[in-house]
């Protein structure tokens, strides 16, 4: 395991507003910090952040673009916010970092903006677990788990969560739930936490508040999650690439509200 900091930020600050009755209220507002991110010295980006996992976010966001093959691979993740920065050491460096910095896709994701890379380049080896079964039951169990939550969206608004969840007969678990500026930040912080603690993504659900984009299709795919949820709607590159790699997306997902648009195989509604 690598060593890490433990440097979170808090989650929320308090200002003053001004209502319609022009009476002066304190107000929680969801908090934004510059995180660059440094790989054996050499700067990467800077992402905004919460702050509240940054060392998860930096080791999911390497993970997530295929610039690192394994946690192994990861020596220390130091947070340092006297500097807003964070520096990563790997054992043997990053390969071929220039050629793969240079090529960069314009994404439709807040918060990150550009994936390294050809966005299709690991697609066609993806294989995701075709005998793993999401049960109608066990869906609506999480989106009750999800809508009860204590989050920092009910407090302050302005932000995307994310969440994995168990998927067992007609119940579900949240076993994390990361909530940041971009939902992309959110799913990055999970694949690092879930690297972190050896967690398997193949027989858990992926739950997201944001669109389902291309981008978070192929991340929970290269996360080897099956089942993709979000209470938002998705595009059409989205939904071709959930096709290919044949995971189970739901999108519209609220209360007892879903739309299934990929991967019926694996939904089994229930008796």
Excluded at 113 to 118: A, C, L, M, S
Aim: charged share 25%.
């Amino acid at each position: 395991m690598p060593d890490l900091t433990h440097a979170s930020r808090p989650a929320t600050v308090t200002v003053e507003a001004l209502d319609e009755h022009g009476a002066r209220r304190e107000v929680a507002i969801a908090g934004e910090h510059a995180l660059t991110v440094y790989v054996d010295k050499q700067e990467l980006l800077t992402l905004m952040t919460l702050g509240g996992a940054p060392e998860a976010l930096a080791i999911g966001y390497l993970r997530n673009q295929r610039l690192v093959e394994s946690i192994d691979d990861i020596v220390s993740v130091h947070v340092d916010w006297e500097v807003s920065a964070v520096a990563v050491k790997t054992r043997a460096g990053l390969v071929d970092l220039e050629g793969r910095t240079a090529r960069r896709t314009k994404t439709t994701g807040c918060g990150q903006g550009t994936v390294f890379g050809d966005l299709m380049e690991d697609v066609e080896r993806i294989r995701l677990p075709r005998g793993a079964t999401l049960a109608r039951s066990t869906l609506y169990d999480l989106l009750d788990r999800v809508r009860t939550h204590d989050t920092i969206y009910k407090q302050s608004g302005a932000i995307h969560g994310c969440a994995l969840a168990t998927n067992a007969p007609g119940r579900s678990e949240i076993l994390y739930f990361v909530e940041d500026v971009g939902r992309h930040n959110a799913v990055d912080a999970i694949a690092g936490m879930m690297w972190l603690d050896g967690v398997d993504g193949s027989d858990k659900i992926f739950y997201t508040t944001g669109r389902l984009t291309s981008e978070m299709v192929i991340k929970a795919a290269q996360m080897s999650v099956p089942f993709l949820v979000s209470r938002s709607g998705l595009t059409q590159m989205g939904h071709d690439i959930a096709d290919k790699v044949d995971m189970t997306m739901i999108g519209r997902a609220s209360n007892r509200h879903y739309l299934l648009f990929t991967g019926g195989h694996r939904f089994r509604p229930d008796e």
